[in-house]
């Protein structure tokens, strides 16, 4: 079965920095593009970060880039999301996801996890 498995939420005060995770299991992980889209609740979806197949190419929310990194190891079937200065605008639930591109990640998802929560306090 496939399964992407997220960790590393929790809640911090603005300014901290928190650095997620995501274990991928029972798909061939170096054929995918990774990415982390999050939902505040009672808001939309919004993607976040993406990164290709060989974690040559990224792409980043307006809303996210400078702050947030988002890196892969297809060692270790893992991609990461580094979440620095963050604020309060940031809370959601960040769910992991393998897709086709980057160009449009969000519209070519296959896999979701189940996400794990970032509550940022001001």
């Known amino acids: 079965q496939v399964q992407l498995v997220e960790s590393g939420g929790r809640l911090v005060q603005a300014g901290d920095s928190l650095r997620l995770s995501c274990v991928v299991s029972g798909l061939t992980f170096s054929a995918y593009a990774m990415g982390w889209v999050r939902q505040a609740p009672g808001k939309e979806r919004e993607f976040v970060a993406a990164i290709s197949q060989s974690g040559s190419n990224t792409r980043y929310a307006d809303s996210v880039k400078g702050r947030f990194t988002i890196s892969r190891d297809n060692a270790k079937n893992t991609v990461y999301l580094q979440t620095n200065s963050l604020k309060p605008e940031d809370t959601a639930v960040y769910f992991c996801?393998?897709?086709?591109?980057?160009?449009?990640?969000?519209?070519?998802?296959?896999?979701w996890g189940k996400g794990t929560l970032v509550t940022v306090s001001s």
């Open positions: 996801a393998a897709g086709r591109t980057v160009s449009y990640f969000d519209n070519g998802i296959d896999y």
